[in-house]
């Protein structure tokens, strides 16, 4: 009697992750690695990732923290005695909320009149904040990126001017 032997003809990995809405510290990720039918059955399975190797696991299934922000990319790895199969990379997106700090880089925070200020709003995380400039009193933005810059300035330009930063967080 002959038994073929068949090696898993797709591999594929699926994520499963606590929600990011609110843009925790911690994120966590369940993987799952799965192969198809295969005669003799998966070894093996490697979670991999940009750092390399991550785990190995004969479930197939592993529970990773992410903490660091931005877009991590993993694929999976079906270790089979006639030939090993890769998965498709799927993509784990870490947010972070904004954080925010203004600085002044020309002039003072009290001008006379015809001096020069110069104001940078720094705003980090993940996704990259959008980042406005409101006067209070006025709806409309002064301005729409991180620089607020005033030259040869007036009176009508005196007031309080808020740094405004948003990201999905």
Same mark, same amino acid.
């Given at each position: 009697?002959?038994?073929?032997?068949?090696?898993?003809?797709?591999?594929s990995?699926v994520t499963?992750?606590?929600?990011?809405?609110d843009?925790?510290h911690?994120?966590v990720?369940?993987?799952?690695?799965?192969?198809?039918?295969?005669?003799?059955?998966?070894v093996?399975?490697?979670?991999?990732?940009?750092g390399?190797?991550?785990?190995?696991?004969?479930?197939?299934?592993?529970?990773?923290?992410?903490t +660091?922000?931005?877009?991590?990319?993993y694929?999976?790895?079906?270790?089979? =005695? $006639?030939? &090993?199969?890769?998965?498709?990379?799927? *993509?784990?997106?870490?947010?972070?909320?904004?954080?925010?700090?203004?600085?002044l880089?020309?002039g003072?925070k009290?001008?006379?009149?015809?001096?020069?200020?110069?104001l940078?709003?720094?705003?980090?995380?993940?996704? +990259?904040?959008?980042?406005?400039?409101t006067?209070v009193?006025?709806?409309? =933005? $002064?301005n &729409?990126?991180?620089?607020l810059?005033? *030259?040869n300035?007036n009176?009508d330009?005196?007031g309080?001017?808020?740094c405004?930063?948003?990201n999905?967080?």
């Amino acid at each position: 009697m002959f038994l073929s032997a068949d090696n898993p003809a797709t591999v594929s990995l699926v994520t499963n992750t606590t929600e990011n809405k609110d843009c925790p510290h911690l994120m966590v990720v369940n993987f799952t690695c799965m192969a198809s039918e295969a005669n003799p059955p998966v070894v093996n399975y490697q979670l991999y990732g940009s750092g390399g190797v991550f785990s190995v696991s004969n479930s197939g299934m592993w529970i990773k923290e992410i903490t +660091k922000e931005g877009k991590h990319v993993y694929g999976c790895w079906a270790e089979h =005695p $006639v030939e &090993n199969k890769t998965s498709a990379s799927v *993509t784990v997106t870490k947010n972070v909320p904004v954080q925010i700090s203004v600085n002044l880089i020309k002039g003072n925070k009290t001008l006379e009149e015809g001096g020069d200020l110069s104001l940078y709003c720094s705003a980090t995380g993940f996704p +990259k904040p959008t980042v406005t400039w409101t006067k209070v009193g006025i709806d409309a =933005p $002064v301005n &729409n990126n991180s620089w607020l810059n005033f *030259t040869n300035i007036n009176r009508d330009k005196a007031g309080d001017y808020i740094c405004n930063a948003n990201n999905t967080c």
